[in-house]
């Protein structure tokens, strides 16, 4: 069972960027999805961007063209580049499979003025 750590968060002005990163326990390689989430305070956590074991990726709309999703299984890393970053940002950002059996303790986003 692979697990996630989560880092790279902190506090950013509208408009700025930042880039997540993840690293996991153990091979990636086999694992065909490999997604962030996010979870705002007092809302239910949702899948922000997924990416395949080619490449290929999706987004949720409200951030599609501003953060880009990306993974090495050499390096068993994935990172999420945010750019052009909005209020309705903010939240704890995690990593994990498309079928989370666990969760880490994700990094926190606050995009404030």
């Known amino acids: 069972q692979v697990q996630f750590v989560e880092s790279g968060g902190g506090l950013v002005q509208p408009g700025g960027s930042l880039r997540l990163s993840c690293a996991a326990s153990?091979?990636?390689?086999?694992?065909?999805?490999m997604a962030w989430y996010r979870q705002a305070p007092g809302k239910q956590r949702d899948l922000v961007a997924a990416?395949?074991?080619?490449?290929?990726?999706n987004y949720v709309d409200s951030v599609k063209g501003r953060f880009t999703i990306s993974r090495d299984n050499a390096e068993k890393t994935m990172s999420l580049q945010m750019n052009r970053l909005k209020p309705e940002d903010t939240a704890v950002y995690y990593c994990?499979?498309?079928?989370?059996?666990?969760w880490g303790q994700g990094t926190q986003v606050t995009v404030s003025s």
């Open positions: 153990g091979s990636i390689t086999s694992i065909f999805h």
């Open positions: 990416i395949t074991n080619s490449g290929d990726t």
């Open positions: 994990n499979t498309l079928n989370p059996q666990t």
